[in-house]
């Protein structure tokens, strides 16, 4: 792993370790992303973080993420329903966020690093 820029924040709900984040609704908070269609910032560190309590945030670099399913080397990755890593496929219509490129293939829970690129997939 090759963290670039880290923040902390306030987590704004229960954040798990290696997973995508996006800002909350207070301007200082973040929680866990929950869908492709999120604004990805970044991906929580190794630890896993409770509301009200601070929490790191790496916005560049390479990191190391929990993937939600499988996933080839190369792939462009978004979040899914629990900030987990998968596939980044467009959908009719659905601009979805991209969070990196996969930098080596997964399947269910593995961690694995993604190099964070932020992007839109258009539907």
Known sequence: MNPGLTKNYNA???ISKRRF????TDDRAVVQAAAATDSIIGVSTDVD???GEPTDVIH????LVQAGGAITRGQEVTSDANGK???ATPAAGVNNRIAGIALQSAVLDDLFTVLLAPGVKQG
């Open 12 to 14: 704004g709900g229960a």
């Open 21 to 24: 984040v996006k800002f909350g």
């Open 49 to 51: 973080t409770v509301i």
């Open 60 to 63: 560049g670099g390479i990191a």
């Open 85 to 87: 890593a998968v596939a």
